[in-house]
């Protein structure tokens, strides 16, 4: 008898092992290191219910901030160690050379064509005619803020840049920052300082000339912006720790009311639900507009918006029929689960709901309003990594005044000759 | 034994291993950092012979990588000609109080020293913050105005804080070696100088310096090593910013090869900073050994 017990257990621990190596496991790789609030938490409960659904899979997931994300995608191209799915970005500067090196699985467009994409979005994820990632965000940029704090200082939400500088010494007076962003990897400054352009020239398309080489980056209007946003600084709007402070910190200064204002993108939608700040702070938290010049062009519904954030699968690595069907489900789920925890700005056409928290019907107000957009990405991402280096760099140091608007100008245009030689 | 240790096949058998983790750690990834600093690799993709153009734009336009060395070269100035002096002074007293005291005082200098970079850079950004930072406080409240410097991001004074950031965790290994040191030296040597009519600063001077000169040495080589690997730190801190003003060479050939995707370019800045750092650690050692010498 006990002979046959110890078989029987023997069996069922042999039966055990050869299950547990039975399990495939899916890397997943992320720039959304909070998984409890967000789209990070959007990802994990899409995750569980993949798992769910397929009970011989196991997901590992590696989160990272955002640029630590991107520098740690290149180190594992390197090392031919890219995660089996990978959240990413769709900018050709960034995608295209993973695609030209086949790392990427093409997708079955057919079938997201049928999961409501918005319009454009599913073709920013086009290259050579294949689609190669599916698209997460709509993004657009905008001015969140602190309707409690805007109360406290008497300060009315700006609608021109003039009243946006006016408003920092109103809100210095109360002890309050007036504006934070992500100073320290300066790709933020240098958003602002495409939507500056744009509501002086009134034209999106003047950067893409630009680039294009059409037209030289030393134009008035680039210098112009480029003078406004040096402005911004120097007349204490954002915050004196502009260039050290990052994406968590100027986000959390932000959450935690002490600064009035954060200029960022439309995916920041879940500062209004994400519960590490107080309910204070989110029921106060609101939008609006990029503000426009007096002497401006550029119109308040001009709205720069563009389909950034995208997901892909590696096409070398030995998941990528799993990681295509996990990409799939995520297409099905994503828009519902992303707007019903009001975590990100769905690349999908969503159902406004009355249960939306104020900030959500805000964005998708400034969404629905735009009478005209970008139509493409920030100069960031239009050119070359190298470029997008060169003009980050030359953004902190405008802001630090360590180079005038002139310089600045003349530096990426110098860049952008370099990138288009290339 | 003797007898084992002479069959040549024997030591070569023994040195094998160290000479293979030499070659497999060292000598291959140089071999492969040279040749991909003569491509123009972005890190991904196919790339092209470029011959030497790298190492050109690095010597002739790049400003940055003249930047990122000036910075190592004032690091260097700082902690061997003012860091140094300080921790042996204050070692030199500390020899002096009564134990008890002195082990107190020795913990408390080292307490920085075995705190992470991340801790200790942490720290110092939130102390250093314009906003809420302790050090504007305390300046304020000093000074009777408000004080609202944001010292890691304003170009006046960027640099100088890192490098007090740097020094501060520093400063108690300096203190330490320095410390150890001088309690080796003999008390019969210093107090036959003494009697021989030295005073305290000739005693030190003649004396207690040269018997410390291979622990002075052996400082200042590490600090010259130190100063030149310094990329933690800044890249937590200021990332080289604001502009390239804290720029260090360790942090730039990373956001070259990482950030910008210039993989080629940051390859022959690796390759340039390692003739550069073997050719400074050589002159130091040479001049030491010189000076070793003549002492």
């Known amino acids: ?422 | 034994m003797k007898k084992l240790f002479n069959n040549r096949a024997v030591t070569a058998a023994l040195v094998v291993p160290g000479i293979a983790v030499m070659v497999f750690a060292m000598i291959i990834p140089i071999g492969f950092s040279l040749y991909y600093s003569l491509t123009d690799w972005a890190g991904i993709g196919t790339f092209h012979m470029v011959g030497t153009q790298n190492y050109l734009e690095i010597l002739t336009q790049d400003s940055t990588f003249w930047r990122s060395l000036g910075n190592v070269g004032i690091l260097i100035f700082i902690t061997v000609f003012i860091q140094n002096p300080l921790a042996f002074i204050l070692a030199a007293v500390l020899a002096k109080v009564s134990t008890r005291l002195s082990r107190w005082l020795r913990t408390l200098y080292f307490i920085p020293a075995v705190l992470s970079v991340v801790v200790v850079t942490a720290l110092w950004v939130n102390i250093m913050n314009p906003s809420f930072g302790i050090l504007n406080k305390v300046l304020s409240l000093f000074t009777g105005m408000p004080v609202m410097t944001s010292w890691l991001g304003n170009p006046a004074t960027a640099l100088g804080a890192v490098i007090w950031i740097i020094v501060w965790q520093g400063f108690g290994w300096a203190l330490l070696f320095f410390y150890t040191g001088l309690m080796t030296v003999p008390v019969e040597i210093q107090e036959a100088a003494i009697i021989d009519g030295a005073n305290r600063w000739t005693t030190y001077t003649r004396v207690v310096l040269p018997i410390m000169f291979p622990i002075i040495s052996a400082v200042v080589v590490i600090d010259v090593i130190s100063s030149m690997k310094q990329m933690e730190l800044i890249f937590l801190s200021t990332g080289g910013g604001p502009g390239d003003l804290t720029q260090f060479t360790a942090v730039y050939l990373y956001q070259k090869a990482f950030v910008a995707s210039q993989y080629g370019y940051g390859n022959a800045l690796s390759i340039l900073f390692v003739v550069v750092s073997v050719g400074l650690t050589l002159i130091v050692q040479r001049f030491f050994r010189t000076e070793g010498e003549v002492q």
Do not use: H
């Open chain 1, 1 to 422: 008898m006990k002979k046959t017990l110890a078989v029987l257990a023997s069996l069922v621990l042999l039966a055990g092992v050869a299950g547990a190596q039975a399990k495939t496991t899916i890397k997943l790789g992320d720039n959304l290191p909070d998984r409890t609030s967000g789209m990070g938490l959007v990802f994990d409960t899409i995750n569980a219910e993949f798992k769910a659904a397929n009970p011989g899979v196991d997901i590992a997931v590696e989160s990272y901030p955002d640029q630590p994300w991107q520098e740690k995608v290149k180190i594992y191209v390197a090392a031919n160690q890219l995660p089996d799915i990978n959240k990413y970005w769709s900018f050709p500067g960034m995608f295209k050379p993973l695609i030209d090196s086949k790392l990427v699985q093409p997708l079955d467009k057919p079938y997201f064509d049928k999961l409501g994409y918005m319009p454009g979005a599913l073709e920013s994820n086009v290259f050579g005619g294949k689609l190669y990632g599916v698209p997460l965000t709509a993004d657009g940029w905008v001015v969140y803020y602190n309707k409690k704090l805007f109360k406290d200082a008497g300060v009315a939400v700006p609608t021109t840049y003039e009243d946006l500088v006016a408003s920092a010494a109103k809100f210095r007076a109360k002890g309050i920052i007036p504006m934070v962003t992500d100073g320290k990897d300066q790709w933020p400054l240098v958003i602002t300082w495409d939507n500056l352009t744009e509501r002086v020239s009134g034209d999106y398309g003047l950067i893409q000339k630009a680039f294009d080489r059409k037209i030289k980056f030393t134009q008035p209007e680039f210098v112009q912006g480029a003078k406004l946003l040096q402005q911004l600084v120097k007349s204490g709007v954002f915050a004196d720790d502009l260039l050290v402070s990052d994406y968590g910190a100027s986000r959390n200064l932000f959450g935690q009311g002490r600064a009035a204002m954060y200029v960022m993108g439309t995916w920041e939608v879940g500062l209004a639900a994400d519960a590490n700040f107080s309910q204070e702070f989110r029921d106060n938290v609101d939008a609006f507009k990029f503000p426009v010049l007096k002497s401006g062009k550029g119109k308040a519904d001009d709205f720069m918006a563009w389909f950034g954030g995208n997901i892909f699968v590696n096409a070398t690595g030995k998941n990528a029929a799993l990681g295509v069907k996990y990409l799939q489900y995520l297409g099905q789920r994503w828009p519902g689960l992303a707007w019903e925890k009001q975590a990100g700005y769905p690349a999908q056409k969503v159902t406004p709901r009355d249960s939306d928290t104020v900030l959500a019907k805000t964005l998708l107000k400034i969404g629905s309003e735009a009478k005209q957009t970008s139509g493409g990405p920030p100069s960031t991402d239009r050119s070359n990594a190298e470029f997008k280096d060169a003009i980050q760099k030359a953004a902190g140091e405008l802001c630090a005044g360590i180079i005038t608007p002139e310089q600045f100008c003349a530096k990426i245009d110098a860049a952008a000759d370099k990138a288009a030689k290339k």
